[in-house]
């Protein structure tokens, strides 16, 4: 005799009988035709079957034991499905959940579903309507200020080269180093980027370089890159018409600039203490360099508006301008194509 075999088939018919058992209860059947329809917790069940919780406890663990239903915690509550998908196509457990799938629920019983449901689905929206304005509180200490950011990046192909110029402490870097295959940290100030190199390290990235270096000069070769991101370094540079012929030159041929910008100001504190080269920018003005740098102007628009984001120091508002090299490498000006 195949002993590989025998073993198994016995087991199999133990678990047949217990099945068929479990089953042969109509109150099991319904609950499970429920919970192939949705999840649903235990107070849920006894007001849809109308039973007693100790009875529809009693059903659910047996049906729990012989691997048709599945249970998930959640804080105090525990939540019931039946486990339909994680099982064999010839499994008769899979049969037995196919056709009672197609098995009519009672009529009263499909009311209380709906109405059990709504209410889930009004008790979310109830909690939101108290919650209100603190949302924002719970969001930022739940799951923190850039997680926007990480999951729009998404949108973009990750075998792209980036370069963060001017990358500072990393912030940006942190969250490019997630989804980018290579990624290309430059940055003049050497305690800037050791703190930068500090945070890579301690996230455990291996696909971020770092260089010393800046704008008017960048350490890397032509055409390497396909994203150049300048994020509030173009008013630290004293030329910034070369500055965007540098970044031009590390760019592929269809690569991408992301310029971050302060909107010109008249404010004395505020540029003594950021140590600014520039009063920030006309948009406009910045938006005709980038142009006759070489670039085709992809989208341009102001970055916090200030009624929604809290800000100290009366900063100066930020725009956004994105470029993408020009088609035909022209560069106006007697810049290098
Ligand atoms: C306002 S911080 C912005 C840092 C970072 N991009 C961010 O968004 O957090 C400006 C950064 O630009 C760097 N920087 C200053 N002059 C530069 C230059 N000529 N080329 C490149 N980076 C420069 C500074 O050292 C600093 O790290």
């Not at 406009?284 to 120091?313: C, H, Q, W, Y």
Request: charged share 25%.
């Amino acid at each position: 005799m195949d002993k590989g075999i025998s073993k198994p088939v016995v087991r199999q018919n133990a678990t047949h009988d217990n099945v068929l058992r479990s089953l042969a209860d109509l109150t099991r059947r319904q609950l499970l035709q429920l919970l192939l329809t949705e999840e649903l917790n235990v107070s849920q069940l006894v007001t849809i079957v109308g039973q007693p919780q100790s009875t529809i406890s009693r059903h659910l663990k047996v049906l729990r034991e012989c691997g048709l239903v599945k249970d998930r915690r959640l804080g105090t509550t525990v939540f019931y499905r039946a486990h339909a998908q994680a099982l064999d196509e010839s499994d008769l457990r899979t049969v037995l959940l196919a056709w009672l799938q197609d098995q009519p629920l009672p009529r009263t019983m499909r009311e209380r579903l709906a109405r059990a449901l709504q209410q889930r689905s009004d008790d979310s929206v109830a909690f939101f309507e108290r919650l209100g304005q603190r949302w924002d509180e719970l969001r930022s200490s739940a799951f923190g200020e850039a997680f926007g950011i990480e999951a729009l990046i998404s949108l973009l192909p990750n075998e792209w080269t980036v370069a963060d110029i001017g990358a500072g402490t990393g912030f940006l870097l942190q969250i490019l180093a997630e989804h980018f295959r290579r990624v290309v940290a430059v940055e003049p100030a050497s305690t800037m980027l050791e703190c930068a190199r500090r945070r890579i390290a301690e996230r455990g990235h291996r696909n971020v370089e770092f260089h010393r270096g800046d704008l008017n000069r960048l350490p890397l070769g032509d055409a390497c890159c396909d994203l150049a991101i300048a994020c509030l370094v173009l008013h630290h540079v004293q030329d910034p018409a070369a500055a965007l012929a540098e970044v031009h030159r590390i760019l592929r041929p269809s690569g991408s600039v992301l310029i971050v910008e302060q909107h010109g100001h008249e404010n004395q504190q505020f540029y003594d203490a950021m140590q600014d080269l520039w009063w920030g920018f006309d948009p406009e003005d910045l938006t005709e360099k980038v142009r006759e740098s070489g670039f085709e102007i992809i989208a341009r628009r102001n970055l916090m508006s200030p009624s929604t984001a809290p800000r100290d120091m009366d900063a100066p508002q930020l725009f956004v301008i994105s470029a993408r090299r020009s088609a035909t490498g022209n560069v106006s000006g007697g810049l290098a194509g």
